[in-house]
């Protein structure tokens, strides 16, 4: 998890103490492991509930003139069979595969075998040139970095003053949750693990019984994987009527994505709800601010972004407008961490940090279809680069039609717009309309069973290359009289990854994130970015500011049309800095307003 390998002989003692396929699983992921199961693994001897003192006493005095010899590990043999070394080559590719790039889980399999095949100093020699290769290695500093970004993201602050450390969070028993669509499932089911009890609201009876049963579902399954026979099912209660809410302390609105829609909601609320609860929303992207004015409650107002799904994700975006009080802010990020998740505050604009970084990144991807490239070639540039999924079986996975409903409320498309023609200039700049006529056609991703890719039926899972997307791209391509040509792979990285790193330095320079560290945390826990390179903007600062600002002026001029190709000011200002370490990039940031 830190860019290196357990280090003072941990790659040669453990597998002597609990055998090479446990030690090969703990090793290469860094899973933890409660008291019980490292009883369980022969990794301690005993695991007390009661006085440890007195036990750990009783325990010293049983193996008084005991023969130690047999304890030390270093004179233990791991077993190697045939068994052991097909466990470390099948381990090997798993880890291969799962690392996606990254060096010290392969460096990992590498130190199990020499304790496996090697005397114990032996081993221990190996074990220290492993690491001497690691140590200094920069993805042992972004795997680092993430690390401390990660725990630093908790200690936000307002200009008010009101910090992290001196706002007092209210108790949260009770939550409402309204909606009980993908995210209000995924909620819900969090909630309820975390032991907090939830009133469940949905309008339609129909959507209702969905929703219950999958939420029912998943915490039975949650339960069976824990060895659990009965899931806290005695936390729940469902309900057609808002109504139910009058008692909870703090309510999380996850209807569909529709401004109206939310308005007529939390006016709603505010007559049911006790006038000291919080009113969240789950909302991706729409303006909280908005929100906040119809309710005669403005401070108690935030936005809590969760990931779907949410039960598994872990980034929770706590959304700060100018009127949320810091003992809210306090509220929904200390529930955060409740839950599991890893909390950022950030400011109010459209798409917050995560989906306005998103859309520039996508927008580029569309771009590069229509120059010549296919999705498939552009998925696996990225998934080689170390993203989990690439950005267009991410659309398949999310659906089109998300994309598709927000540039219809944004104004990007409407009646205006030629439906056999549409125009490739929107708003000033170059818009692309691709997934726009995939998404007339119903192809909608995985829930219609074709998008970018194609599955074998509606909600399959696996993506295959589609000849039709090849034609259609081909069509598309010679309508608008665009000569394809060949992208290479460089090309791919630099205008996806810098585009948002720029867009990522204008969001510093809005007030939205406090720190650079803050956006990185967010692509990390929410969007896949690898974590052995860091974040996009420790990224840039790996590549070189100066690399990353001539990149962007270059491909600005290929392309004028593309403002957000524009090198930002803040970009600029570092770079004539000297390019300084990203945690001293605060000092450069010319505030005009800040929520931050």
């Known amino acids: 998890m830190l860019g290196l390998i357990p280090g003072a002989g941990g790659s040669q003692r453990l597998p002597r103490l609990i055998g090479i396929p446990a030690a090969l699983e703990l090793i290469t992921t860094g899973r933890l492991v409660s008291a019980q199961e490292a009883l369980k693994l022969g990794i301690v001897d005993q695991v007390v509930d009661g006085n440890t003192i007195e036990t750990a006493v009783k325990f010293a005095l049983n193996v008084i003139g005991r023969p130690l010899l047999s304890r030390r590990l270093s004179e233990r043999t791991p077993a190697f069979s045939v068994d052991a070394a097909a466990v470390l080559e099948e381990g090997m590719a798993r880890v291969k595969q799962r690392a996606r790039g990254a060096f010290a889980p392969v460096v990992c399999v590498q130190a199990l075998r020499a304790a496996a095949t090697l005397p114990y100093s032996r081993g221990m020699e190996t074990e220290e040139q492993l690491i001497n290769t690691l140590i200094d290695s920069s993805q042992a500093r972004a795997l680092q970095?993430?690390?401390?970004?990660?725990?630093?993201?908790?200690?936000?602050?307002?200009?008010?003053?009101?910090?992290?450390?001196?706002?007092?969070?209210?108790a949260v028993h009770r939550v409402g949750v309204v909606g009980l669509g993908t995210m209000g499932r995924g909620i819900t089911v969090s909630?309820?693990?975390?032991?907090?009890?939830?009133?469940?609201v949905e309008m339609e009876e129909k959507q209702m019984d969905l929703g219950m049963r999958a939420v029912l579902g998943m915490l039975e399954r949650d339960a069976q994987r824990r060895g659990d026979t009965r899931p806290p099912t005695h936390l729940l209660t469902f309900t057609l009527s808002l109504q139910q809410l009058g008692n909870v302390d703090l309510v999380i609105e996850a209807v569909f994505e529709d401004m109206a829609l939310k308005k007529c909601l939390f006016t709603e609320l505010c007559n049911v709800c006790k006038p000291s609860t919080l009113l969240c929303t789950n909302t991706s992207g729409l303006d909280v601010d908005a929100l906040a004015v119809v309710t005669h409650r403005r401070s108690l107002v935030v936005g809590m972004h969760f990931f779907a799904p949410a039960n598994v994700m872990k980034l929770l975006e706590v959304v700060c407008g100018p009127h949320s009080s810091a003992e809210?802010?306090?509220?929904?990020?200390?529930?955060?961490?409740?839950?599991?998740?890893?909390?950022?505050?950030?400011?109010?604009?459209?798409?917050?940090?995560?989906?306005?970084?998103?859309?520039?990144?996508?927008?580029?991807?569309?771009?590069?279809?229509?120059?010549?490239?296919?999705?498939e070639q552009v998925d696996q540039v990225l998934e080689e680069f170390g993203f989990t999924m690439g950005i267009f079986?991410?659309?398949?996975?999310?659906?089109?039609?998300?994309?598709?409903r927000v540039r219809k409320a944004s104004g990007l498309i409407g009646p205006d717009v030629n439906p056999k023609t549409p125009s490739r200039w929107r708003q000033g700049c170059r818009y692309s309309p691709l997934p726009d006529l995939l998404c007339e056609q119903g192809h909608l991703g995985q829930k219609s069973g074709r998008g970018w890719y194609l599955y074998e039926t509606p909600g399959g899972k696996e993506p295959k290359p589609d000849p039709a997307m090849h034609r259609f791209l081909q069509e598309y391509r010679s309508r608008y009289g665009l000569t394809p040509r060949h992208v290479h792979a460089h090309e791919v990285i630099e205008r996806c990854t810098y585009a948002m790193a720029n867009e990522g330095f204008r969001i510093l320079e809005e007030g939205i994130a406090a720190r650079a560290e803050d956006i990185d945390v967010i692509y990390v826990f929410g969007y896949g970015w690898p974590r052995h390179r860091g974040?996009?903007?420790?990224?840039?600062?790996?590549?070189g500011l100066a690399t990353v600002l001539q990149r962007l002026e270059h491909y600005h001029q290929l392309h004028p049309d593309v403002p957000h190709l524009q090198p930002s000011p803040l970009l600029q200002r570092l770079v004539e800095a000297g390019s300084p370490p990203v945690h001293h990039w605060r000092e450069h940031v010319q505030h005009l307003h800040s929520y931050l």
């Open 145 to 170: 970095y993430c690390f401390f970004a990660q725990r630093n993201a908790r200690k936000w602050s307002l200009p008010s003053g009101a910090r992290w450390n001196n706002s007092k969070p209210r």
């Open 191 to 200: 909630l309820v693990k975390a032991g907090i009890s939830v009133v469940a």
């Open 328 to 375: 809210a802010v306090a509220t929904a990020m200390t529930l955060g961490k409740r839950l599991g998740k890893v909390g950022v505050v950030v400011g109010n604009c459209p798409g917050f940090v995560g989906n306005r970084m998103m859309k520039l990144y996508l927008d580029q991807a569309y771009f590069l279809l229509e120059e010549g490239a296919a999705p």
């Open 393 to 404: 079986k991410v659309s398949d996975l999310s659906g089109l039609d998300v994309g598709w």
């Open 535 to 543: 974040g996009p903007m420790f990224h840039a600062a790996q590549v």
